[in-house]
């Protein structure tokens, strides 16, 4: 198989919700492991509605999921292109013009409906004569322009769904030049998939009936379309399909919330899929992991509780050199020792800042029982302290107490941290060490 070329083409009219990033994921990933071209096409001809902020966040976007484009291109810099192509499909009497308004074209909808027809175009357009255009147009009518479709059946092996056929006698001809002039989105596409060389279209099944639509495209102007591949749709765990118009689990809402890339992209490649979800801190391994014959074609559930527990693994798992900057910024660096100590009870990196201020301080401590932290407070050794500093300290305030199990450890935790949870006290003792220690089992802020 020669390298393939693969694009991720959303619309700069919002930012990219989850849905939209298992669509860039399962592009630049099967791009990266077959050694190919990962283009980010930005679909951006309603140029009212197309915003430089929202061009510019997907590109953050798709930077922070570690996935940013080879390529980046953009519909509005590319009329010239269309405008090329739909004068070869005039020319070749496949794009012919319509002068119905839309109140004309729902009233026969409504008739073909009411006489128990398929509510397809009829072709009306195409009976028309040289003077009966010219007449419409001198009543300042502009025209639409449909593709004007082959009533063939249009099959297509799908590397998701497997034999697809769709029977485009069933089908309206389709828009895709509006009155104004401006494009619909189906001419574009396949003239900017044949442009640069797209070789494979993985995107959701909504889709799938386009496909046939573009593949009489793709032929009408000489080219071969690529191989295709339509997964399953993610939704909401409620069951809502995912809209960028209602923000719904945006990529930049997950980044501000702070959930780790690599958990993200973990849930939205495996979900729906043979594979059992969990979290894969390294993309190259999560890109062997990508098989389209597996991907089932049931919708898949994106529930972000358990996003939030494939976040939690992926942070137990992480080592101080990953975050170590990240702590820095947060002001909670506090060395290795202190990441190894509280890894293991975080869901979130930044959570760590919460146990940076219980080692430094100030710590205001919780006094259950005065007279036992008291004693506790006098058996504490000497310094230097380290990871049997507690077992010793809490072996020697048992013997001299007769206290044991959770009745021993937590007025000593929450003395020491002012919290009753957290790290194991064995790994956090000798970061506090014996001064704070002292002070906080005495009821002292320190």
Known sequence: MSKPIVRFAPSPTGHIHIGNTRVALLNALFARREGGTFVLRLDDTDL???????????????????????VIVRQSERFDLYDEAAERLKALGRLYPCYETPEELEFRRKRQLARGLPPTYDR???????????????????????????????????????????????????????????????????????????????RGEDHVTNTAVQIQIFEALGAHAPTFAHHSLLITASGEGLSKRLGHLSVRGLREAGLEPQAVASLAVLVGSAEAVRPIADLNELAKLIEFSHISRAPAKFDESELEHLNARLIHEMPYEAVRERLAELDADAGEAFWNAIRGNLTKVRDGAEWAKVVRGPVTPVIEDKDFVETAAGLLPPAPWDATTWKAWTEAVKGATGVKGKALFMPLRLALTGLGHGPELGALLPLIGPERARARLSGQAA
């Open 48 to 70: 009212a509605r197309s915003k430089r902020e929202y061009a510019e966040s997907i590109e953050a976007d798709l930077r922070w999921l570690g996935i940013p484009p080879d």
């Open 124 to 202: 009306a357009a195409l009976k028309l004569s040289d003077e009966e255009r010219q007449k419409l147009e001198s009543e300042g009518r502009r025209p639409h322009w449909r593709f004007r479709l082959d009533h063939t059946n249009v099959a297509w092996n799908d590397l998701v769904r497997g034999e697809c056929h769709v029977d485009c006698g069933s089908l309206s001809d389709p828009v895709l030049v509006r009155e104004d002039g401006t494009y619909l989105y189906t001419l574009p596409s396949v003239v900017d998939d044949i442009d640069l060389r797209i070789t494979h279209v993985i």
